[in-house]
């Protein structure tokens, strides 16, 4: 994987190059790009870590609006990032990071996409985001089953806001090796 592109390039880099670092950063969705692309043309970052708090600022605007073009936009750019343990995953990165939870019996694996179903039934228009980050299959369950026994859904999306600029965090720090 090629890394970022130096941060102090972000001002002069094309539309298509500002997309592309989203999505290393996170997960290709039109929507942080419509959202984010106009402040990364107007923002000059400092470091790469910088520019993902400013995506967090963005998206924590976005879930505590009660408008519902913002919950539709905030859950699109929250479902852009690939179900756990789902067999096909697009993004290199994420079937890097989720290599582990493919691993173990076929029972922990149905029990994984049944979590999910019952996550999505719960949290509509959510899909469960977590930072993996070398956890086994089973924590990760739990930690699933935990928040949709809270069954908070605004909680949830700040979790999976938080989850999501953790991710990018330790991948602009990989990418950036």
Not at 41 to 48: L, N
């Amino acid at each position: 994987m090629a890394p970022l592109p130096p941060i102090s390039n972000l001002p002069r880099a094309s539309d298509a190059e500002l997309t592309h670092v989203l999505d290393l950063l996170f997960e290709p969705a039109p929507p942080l790009h419509s959202l984010t692309l106009p402040v990364l043309r107007s923002t000059t970052f400092p470091s790469y870590s910088v520019l993902i708090t400013a995506v967090d600022t963005q998206l924590r605007a976005l879930a505590s609006s009660d408008a519902p073009e913002d919950v539709d936009r905030l859950s699109e750019i929250l479902c852009s990032h690939p179900r756990l343990g789902e067999k096909k995953v697009e993004s290199e990165q994420s079937r890097k990071e989720q290599a582990q939870l493919n691993q173990g019996g076929e029972e922990e694996t149905e029990k994984l996409a049944r979590l999910n179903r019952e996550y999505e039934d719960m949290f509509p228009g959510l899909r469960y985001v977590v930072f993996v980050n070398g956890r086994p299959r089973p924590a990760i369950m739990e930690n699933m089953r935990t928040r949709i026994d809270r069954g908070d859904i605004k909680a949830e999306r700040q979790e999976a806001i938080q989850a999501m600029c953790d991710i990018a965090l330790d991948r602009a720090t990989r990418l950036n090796g």
